[in-house]
């Protein structure tokens, strides 16, 4: 096999690779952040330093392409038919049905549930599905007292399962196959893999079927009248509060002791020790963590209140709604203190939840604290302020015991999805042509506000592959696709064919869980090329590798967006995806690892061009 010897860009490329991976692990970080830091770099690192590639110099603005790839233009436009899906109540079949099923028959409804979300998800965006699907489930639960944790986090990996089997099922399937097309190795239409994504996907139904429910503990319900999800607040201590001059003994035993004060905070930089003998006093904010009906008793008790503003809280109506923050909800990056303002409507934030708060911000208070993607926001407000929240197609109100509102139109919506998949489908049109003229579609038949549509794709995601087009780019032009791919097969040179596409596709399973779906499927993809180039074998199952490997995003809460809006509305914890989640992703390697080569007739030891 021909040896290759990186230059000092494809070394640069590849240590730039490494970096833009670590960074997008940083969850303080923004990824849109990152990204930017990515792309500034490629394009002033190449503009400095041009790199001349038989005869073309490589330049800056050939790593801003990617802002009008067709790949980014197709997710963004199917982000948005799925938006107006979510809005015009589409769904909502969907959930009736479950929602009519779980109560008499909850196995066999789960299974028809996990099967439906599977199969939607095939054709429309995982979150709105997963959107719709949560107050559905948290409703079903509360009301007949099924376990909420055994429904939940099932539901949520069918939607990923369902997605690997279309090209437009995740964002990561159009860029494999966008990329594998501008390579010349492979032009994958839309229902081309979906034999071996159905065969190996029931297998993994199955087990979230019959084996997560057995794995999974069974978690408090969240939407109980006294909810055990725990919340952080800070009591403001008027003037007019009886704890005011007292000590903190005598204030702690005036909610019998049941209060717990994580901090105390005067003035804006003063933390004082939480001693028994300091006395409390007027303008003093008290971090309590407890569930939604203890704070509010913990409020009347020490005549505190939540907010520190000119509101009469007192003539407000005592009720309470939990709010799941998503990417495209007004509440994201917003501070806990605007978070009123972002909704529109007159409710009073309250208190937030997040797994695994840091100590970091309990230190700094949270009024500061800014909200992202799965934080739990506890809203009082009026009865008809709460009626808006859950009426609006903006905010995911943690409520399943009211139906969700019609939207009208659904029928238009669906038919224009049916458009764009039968276009794509038959050949007529591509993708991001067809998606395209869906969103049109959605927005003349008034199925999709212009509003709706400028927060339904996150800067975060447009960033992210833009920045994981531009490394591509750069790893493919500087050769070190072709010198990573040869290093591999190389280390692997003793392995039957098979043994080492079941290898690479178990390094995008793990690489997935760790760092963005996108970025590991952009980068796997060129080196996945190289490696069925130096085997000589077709390209085809080392594209299906990256593409399945990279939608294993199981194992972790962290590895796909959905997760974290199930991790905090079902209580789970951690520990609770990665047992689920690890066993799942085991077996759907070991089945991708036996179709693949099957389907592809991939046999024996291949050897590549030497």
Request: aromatic share 6%; hydrophobic share 50%.
């Amino acid at each position: 096999m021909q040896s290759l010897t990186p230059d000092s860009h494809g070394i640069a490329v590849l240590l730039l690779i490494v970096v833009a991976l670590i960074l997008f692990t940083r969850r303080r970080l923004p990824l849109e952040s990152s990204s930017l830091a990515v792309l500034v770099v490629l394009a002033v690192g190449f503009e400095l330093f041009p790199y001349d590639v038989r005869g073309e110099v490589l330049e800056a603005a050939d790593f801003l392409h990617g802002f009008g790839h067709e790949a980014l233009v197709a997710i963004c436009s199917l982000v948005l038919i799925g938006k107006a899906l979510e809005t015009t109540g589409a769904l909502q079949p969907l959930a009736r049905l479950v929602a009519g099923m779980m109560a008499s028959r909850p196995r066999i409804a789960l299974l028809l549930m996990l099967l439906m979300v599977a199969t939607a998800s095939a054709f429309v965006n995982d979150t709105p599905i997963v959107v719709l699907m949560i107050p559905v489930i948290v409703g079903v639960a509360v009301g007949s007292g099924l376990p909420l944790s055994s429904m939940l986090l099932p539901m949520g990996l069918a939607t990923i399962i369902g997605g690997m089997t279309t090209t437009i099922g995740t964002s990561t399937n159009l860029l494999v196959s966008s990329i594998g097309r501008e390579m010349g190795a492979a032009d994958i239409g839309m229902f081309d893999f979906v034999l071996p994504a159905v065969i190996v996907g029931v297998v993994g139904i199955l087990f979230v079927w019959l084996v997560a429910p057995r794995i999974l503990p069974n978690r408090s319900l969240p939407m109980e009248e006294e909810s055990h999800r725990m919340f952080s607040a800070e009591l403001h201590i008027t003037d007019e509060s009886p704890a005011a001059g007292r000590y903190l003994s005598d204030v702690l035993a005036m909610t019998e002791g049941e209060m717990r004060v994580e901090r105390i905070q005067r003035g804006d930089t003063l933390e004082l020790a939480r001693l028994p003998s300091l006395v409390i006093q007027s303008g003093d904010r008290l971090l309590v963590r407890d569930n939604p009906g203890n704070l509010k008793r913990f409020e009347r008790k020490l005549g505190a209140t939540f907010v520190d503003d000119n509101r009469d809280g007192g003539e407000r109506e005592e009720l309470l709604a939990e709010v799941v923050v998503t990417q495209d909800s007004p509440l994201y990056r917003r501070s806990l203190t605007d978070a009123d303002l972002a909704t529109g409507v007159d409710v009073v934030p309250i208190a937030v939840h997040r797994s695994h708060l840091s100590r970091n911000v309990v230190r700094h208070g949270i009024e500061n604290l800014r909200l992202r993607t799965g934080d739990v926001l506890l809203l009082q407000g009026t009865r008809a302020a709460m009626e808006v929240l859950r009426e609006s197609s903006r905010l995911l109100v943690l409520d399943g015991s009211i139906d969700l509102p019609p939207r009208g139109h659904s029928g238009r919506a669906l038919a224009v999805l049916a458009m764009v998949v039968l276009s794509a489908a038959a050949g007529l049109l591509p993708i991001a042509v067809s998606a395209l003229i869906g969103v049109g579609l959605m927005i003349a038949l008034k199925c999709l506000t212009w509003r709706d549509a400028r927060a339904a794709v996150p800067v975060s995601v447009i960033m992210l592959i833009v920045a994981s087009l531009g490394l591509g780019k750069a790893l493919v032009a500087t050769g070190m696709a072709e010198y990573v791919a040869g290093a591999f097969v190389n280390a692997a040179e003793d392995l039957p064919a098979p043994v080492i596409l079941s290898l690479f596709l178990l390094t995008m399973a793990v690489l997935t869980n760790i760092v963005s779906n996108n970025a590991a499927a952009v980068i796997g993809t060129p080196i996945a090329v190289a490696t069925s180039q130096q085997l000589g074998a077709d390209p085809m199952p080392f594209l299906l590798a990256v593409l399945f490997g990279a939608n294993m995003s199981f194992v972790t809460p962290f590895g796909y967006q959905t997760n974290l809006l199930i991790l905090n509305a079902g209580n789970y914890r951690v520990m609770d995806f990665v047992k689920v989640g690890l066993p799942l992703a085991l077996v759907m390697w070991l089945g991708f690892s036996i179709v693949l080569p099957l389907m592809y007739e991939l046999t024996g030891f291949q050897t590549g061009e030497s």
